[in-house]
């Protein structure tokens, strides 16, 4: 029963490298969304995809690319990473509408040197 | 001023306290209300979902007021294992399940 997976769950980057996150879920759910979790600021949403086919940016999307691969997949890229991008990201899916619950994945932590 | 603001605490309590947690949100048009848990450097997890009625499950009861435009979250007979973040949140919109996080209330109980 695996849930939302995400790959890889540590990594650490120099600045200017690029790396894709990968995130998979296998509930059948219509929305995926990535968050990142810093330090005093809660999490903050990056970009999210209401439907197979669809993206948007949420609150944070500077710095950051996303592909909704299939139903299953919705990756986040960094094309150039910076320490800012320092953080702990987290993807998640929910059925769609506003009043469903999100499933979070374990979280992938990320440090750029 | 924060969409969505919580009192970082953190609050140190008993076992067997009873401790209340607010949270206020600025958006009138607010639509559906949750409160999640996070373990230290886990991921968060749904708790409850927020009613205009009120809900209860079990020793935690989730109030909403519109009006006031806060959600409060009450933990009755508090354990060891409810030592956590507690992030109240908030979606705006139906369509794209959009949710915005408070920055989370920390509870540590002490035996």
């Known amino acids: 029963n695996a849930g939302v997976t995400q790959t890889p769950k540590f990594q650490v980057l120099k600045t200017g490298q690029s790396m894709t996150l990968q995130c998979a879920q296998d509930m059948n759910h219509n929305s995926m969304y990535w968050y990142r979790q810093d330090p005093g600021m809660g999490l903050r949403l990056i970009y999210y995809s209401a439907s197979e086919g669809t993206t948007d940016k949420g609150e944070v999307p500077n710095g950051y690319n996303v592909s909704r691969l299939n139903k299953r997949e919705f990756s986040l890229r960094l094309e150039s990473a910076a320490p800012s991008q320092t953080s702990v990201y987290f993807c998640a899916s929910s059925e769609g509408s506003g009043d469903q619950p999100q499933h979070f994945g374990d979280g992938t932590r990320l440090s750029i040197l | 001023r924060k969409e969505v603001e919580q009192d970082p605490g953190p609050f140190n309590v008993p076992e067997g306290a009873t401790v209340a947690f607010n949270c206020t949100y600025s958006?009138?048009?607010?639509?559906?209300f949750f409160w999640y848990r996070q373990d230290c450097r886990k991921e968060p997890k749904l708790l409850m979902s927020?009613?205009?009625s009120g809900n209860e499950d079990g020793r935690f009861t989730a109030q909403l007021n519109r009006a006031s435009q806060y959600i409060s979250l009450l933990i009755r007979d508090s354990k060891l294992s409810d030592s956590a973040t507690y992030l109240c949140?908030?979606?705006?919109?139906?369509?794209?399940?959009?949710?915005?996080f408070g920055q989370g209330t920390t509870l540590q109980v002490k035996p």
């Open positions: 958006n009138s048009a607010s639509q559906s």
């Open positions: 927020v009613y205009s």
């Open positions: 949140v908030v979606t705006t919109s139906s369509n794209t399940g959009k949710l915005i």
